[in-house]
């Protein structure tokens, strides 16, 4: 099982605030290691969407921001969109013996 | 950098699987090729990678002695051979780059393997 825990589905209307919330614990988050945010739509593979916490790669809208506190992280997306209705995973690094890079159990985003 | 993965597979249980990533574009560039499957409506899982760089492999542990993971420079590919399968390793298969941050910024197209008798 995975050992990042996210909420498996929210929802808003097209032009809401949603946010994505991303649960560790001391080996992972907690241990200071980097959040990554990808989305993926469906049918395709994953697209990185936030790396390092808070940056955006080249090409990702502004609407997509990320941010870090103490063992959890969350994704939020502004102005949603119906293009925007897709699973989204976080994913970090883990120290303990389960792993080393671990993804989030993903949640879909729901555009009313 | 585009990573393009071998085809379909169609495997009966007990057997191996050997899937391949080929890169190109900026390959001197790629720190480490991660491979992550997706069991069908489930979620993204970490197998596996292997550090170009250092020329060496690292596992998740519950795929350690099933999972082998190889590379090729002459050909700039990455192989992941997954062995003794089982009905559960049905999935896609995704080869990404690895950055030196940890985030995986390029991923293969995916390759489905069903395991099935």
């Known amino acids: 099982h995975s050992v990042l825990t996210q909420p498996p589905s929210v929802s808003g209307a097209p032009g809401q605030r949603v946010t994505i919330s991303c649960t560790g614990n001391?080996?992972?988050?907690?241990?200071?290691?980097?959040v990554h945010w990808y989305q993926q739509l469906p049918g395709t593979a994953p697209k990185l969407l936030i790396y390092?916490?808070?940056n955006r790669p080249s090409g990702v809208p502004d609407r997509f921001s990320g941010s870090e506190s103490g063992t959890s992280a969350s994704l939020a997306i502004t102005g949603l969109q119906a293009e925007d209705e897709a699973d989204y995973y976080c994913q970090s690094y883990d120290h303990s013996l389960s792993g080393r890079y671990v993804f989030g159990t993903g949640t879909k985003v729901i555009v009313l | 950098v585009q990573l393009v993965q071998s085809g379909v597979e169609v495997k009966k249980p007990g057997s191996s699987v050997k899937v391949s990533c080929k890169a190109s574009g900026g390959t001197f560039n790629i720190y480490a090729i991660s491979w992550v499957r997706q069991a069908p409506g489930q979620g993204l899982e970490w197998m596996g990678g292997?550090?170009?760089?250092?020329?060496?492999?690292n596992y998740a542990q519950k795929f350690q002695g099933r999972v082998t993971i190889t590379a090729d420079e002459s050909t700039s590919t990455v192989y992941m051979e997954l062995s003794s399968l089982r009905s559960e390793d049905t999935a896609v298969y995704y080869c990404?780059?690895?950055?030196?941050?940890?985030?995986?910024?390029?991923w293969g197209q995916g390759t489905l393997v069903t395991v099935s008798s």
């Open positions: 390092g916490d808070t």
């Open positions: 292997f550090m170009l760089t250092y020329g060496t492999a």
């Open positions: 001391s080996s992972n988050i907690g241990a200071g290691y980097d």
């Open positions: 990404a780059t690895l950055t030196d941050v940890g985030s995986m910024d390029h």
